[in-house]
T-cell receptor, first 111, second 114 residues
Framework: KQEVTQIPAALSVPEGENLVLNCSFT??????LQWFRQDPGKGLTSLLL?????REQTSGRLNASLDKSSGRSTLYIAASQPGDSATYLC??????????FGKGTRLHILP | GAVVSQHPSWVICKSGTSVKIECRSL??????MFWYRQFPKQSLMLMAT?????????EQGVEKDKFLINHASLTLSTLTVTSAHPEDSSFYIC??????????FGSGTRLTVV
């Protein structure tokens, strides 16, 4: 059974710092991996999608990498801003179309 | 881009009543729609998978008679919480698969049962 783990569970960093969020999954037979942002009480915003054949994706200050063989992905946020404060969720899509979510990393950027 | 419209965004209901949540894919056909719920400070958990024109598949521990899912068309899936109780208060969200483009999620419904 696929399990997705996100470390750390919570993170507070001063504004301007670069940071890395980690995601690991137990079964490497995935279709793709997606990083989402969730603001309190809100829905999900897709940040980056990495197909199983890809190694990384970039969007603005965000960079996500995928090492499928080792079951790991990282989300790198450059020059963090207070507006980046949110919960970041990692999710893998399995070949039966199910998505398995991690529990998320609650990020707080200190002004 | 593809959009999934979910309504209502929030609802308060009395214990014992039923609540219906709708998800519509506005510009793509969603043969499969997934329903998730999220309790405070916990991860999103898959409740059920609905396929157009057939019965939904429920995850272990989810009561199919309590959470009725209908997927009558390629653009509409509904979740009805029957005889709601306070412990059903949660954040419910749907998503439709867009092939290799990943998933598109609805904006979620905050259900509060009083």
């Amino acid at each position: 059974k696929q399990e997705v783990t996100q470390i750390p569970a919570a993170l507070s960093v001063p504004e301007g710092e670069n940071l890395v969020l980690n995601c690991s999954f137990t079964d490497s037979a995935i279709y793709n991996l997606q990083w989402f942002r969730q603001d309190p009480g809100k829905g999900l915003t897709s940040l980056l999608l990495i197909q199983s054949s890809q190694r990384e994706q970039t969007s603005g200050r965000l960079n996500a990498s995928l090492d499928k063989s080792s079951g790991r992905s990282t989300l790198y946020i450059a020059a963090s801003q207070p507006g980046d404060s949110a919960t970041y969720l990692c999710a893998v899509r399995e070949r039966d179309d199910k998505i398995i979510f991690g529990k998320g990393t609650r990020l707080h950027i200190l002004p | 881009g593809a959009v999934v419209s979910q309504h209502p965004s929030w609802v308060i209901c009395k214990s014992g009543t039923s609540v219906k949540i709708e998800c519509r894919s506005l510009d793509f056909q969603a043969t499969t729609m997934f329903w998730y719920r999220q309790f405070p400070k916990q991860s999103l958990m898959l409740m059920a998978t609905s396929n157009e024109g057939s019965k939904a598949t429920y995850e272990q521990g989810v009561e199919k008679d309590k959470f009725l899912i209908n997927h009558a068309s390629l653009t509409l899936s509904t979740l009805t919480v029957t005889s709601a109780h306070p412990e059903d208060s949660s954040f419910y969200i749907c998503s439709g698969a867009r092939n290799t483009l990943g998933y598109t999620f609805g904006s979620g419904t905050r259900l509060t049962v009083v």
